[in-house]
């Protein structure tokens, strides 16, 4: 390819390569190669193959259009089928997470932060994009999107089995909740006086419906049967003291069968189960509560 010595704007004497303008704009347009395809087949850098194509008056840039809007819908239907059953590598993968978290970048996104707010920490929701002032606030998903959502969640798990054991292993190593509730430290306090060896938050995987109990109480002297004590809250487990069947919402409805069941699975297993509803734990006094478990 021949050249040709030329000054750049600063004066200085630099070489520049003849390039076939036609053959650029043949191969960007028709044959849809990027910059940097072109010229590595011209053997060159990419900016003067995005200036040649520029002073043409070709867009470059592809911000705002899909696939099919920049290369036509022949070539995208093609690329949709190269693309269907393939798997992204390992490594790449592993390259797209090192890049996803480069400091740098987050310190990028949140250069530009109002005035006084220069210091605020990495890793933060920026302020001017909490609240009102987020573009999505104050919108709400449809009910076909989550519809399309849940269907598709559970096409693929019921497509990948092992992804639900990936699940539940994940889910034993979890401890909730993050705080125990007041009713919860009473009964674990009258435990701890009566020297009572039990376990918060135990995760029961003996069972089908495998969750976190909320006082988990082993074999030990007095105790000849495994125990499992929950500290039910009047509203969340619908206490029948207070809520009739016939009042009773969709949330407190899947939680009271929720609980019939687990009690069904958990004494088939050997298990014996005390629920304590909110409402009586408050008033209970240590001598009742060692009655309810001896």
């Given at each position: 390819?021949?050249?040709?010595?030329?000054?750049?704007e600063?004066?200085?004497?630099?070489?520049r390569k003849?390039?076939?303008?036609k053959e650029?704009?043949r191969l960007?347009t028709?044959?849809h190669k990027?910059?940097?395809q072109?010229?590595?087949?011209?053997?060159?850098?990419?900016?003067?193959?995005?200036?040649?194509l520029k002073?043409n008056n070709?867009n470059?840039?592809s911000?705002?259009?899909?696939y099919?809007?920049?290369?036509?819908?022949?070539?995208?239907e093609e690329?949709?089928k190269?693309?269907?059953g393939?798997?992204?590598?390992?490594?790449t993968?592993?390259?797209?997470?090192?890049?996803a978290i480069?400091p740098?970048?987050?310190a990028?996104?949140?250069?530009?932060?109002?005035k006084?707010?220069?210091?605020?920490?990495?890793?933060?929701r920026?302020p001017?994009m909490?609240g009102?002032?987020?573009?999505l606030?104050g919108?709400?998903?449809?009910e076909?999107?989550?519809?399309?959502?849940?269907?598709?969640?559970?096409k693929?798990?019921?497509?990948?089995?092992?992804?639900?054991e990936?699940?539940?292993e994940?889910?034993?190593?979890?401890?909730?909740?993050?705080?125990?509730t007041s009713i919860?430290v009473k009964i674990?306090?009258?435990l701890?006086l009566?020297?009572?060896?039990?376990?918060?938050h135990k995760?029961?995987?003996?069972?089908?419906?495998?969750?976190c109990?909320?006082?988990?109480i082993?074999?030990?002297r007095?105790i000849?049967?495994?125990?499992?004590?929950?500290?039910?809250?009047?509203y969340f487990?619908a206490?029948?003291?207070?809520?009739?069947?016939?009042k009773?919402?969709?949330?407190?409805?899947e939680?009271r069968?929720r609980?019939?069941?687990?009690?069904?699975q958990?004494t088939?297993?050997?298990?014996?189960?005390?629920?304590l509803?909110?409402h009586?734990?408050k008033r209970?006094?240590?001598?009742n509560?060692?009655?309810?478990?001896?």
């Amino acid at each position: 390819m021949e050249q040709e010595i030329i000054r750049d704007e600063k004066g200085r004497f630099i070489k520049r390569k003849f390039l076939n303008e036609k053959e650029i704009v043949r191969l960007y347009t028709k044959e849809h190669k990027t910059c940097k395809q072109i010229s590595e087949l011209f053997n060159c850098s990419y900016p003067p193959i995005y200036n040649i194509l520029k002073e043409n008056n070709i867009n470059t840039s592809s911000k705002g259009k899909t696939y099919e809007e920049k290369f036509g819908k022949e070539i995208a239907e093609e690329r949709k089928k190269k693309l269907i059953g393939h798997k992204v590598s390992e490594e790449t993968r592993k390259k797209i997470r090192e890049k996803a978290i480069k400091p740098e970048r987050i310190a990028i996104s949140i250069k530009n932060l109002p005035k006084g707010q220069e210091g605020y920490w990495l890793g933060k929701r920026r302020p001017d994009m909490s609240g009102e002032n987020h573009p999505l606030y104050g919108t709400h998903r449809s009910e076909e999107s989550r519809k399309k959502s849940k269907d598709s969640r559970f096409k693929y798990l019921k497509e990948h089995p092992e992804s639900i054991e990936k699940i539940k292993e994940a889910r034993a190593k979890q401890v909730t909740p993050f705080k125990d509730t007041s009713i919860e430290v009473k009964i674990q306090n009258f435990l701890t006086l009566l020297k009572v060896e039990y376990i918060a938050h135990k995760y029961i995987s003996e069972i089908e419906n495998r969750y976190c109990c909320d006082i988990f109480i082993p074999l030990q002297r007095g105790i000849k049967q495994k125990i499992i004590i929950e500290c039910d809250g009047d509203y969340f487990h619908a206490n029948p003291d207070f809520y009739s069947n016939e009042k009773l919402n969709k949330r407190q409805i899947e939680q009271r069968e929720r609980d019939e069941l687990r009690n069904k699975q958990l004494t088939e297993k050997g298990y014996k189960v005390i629920r304590l509803w909110e409402h009586d734990i408050k008033r209970m006094e240590l001598n009742n509560f060692e009655s309810i478990i001896k």
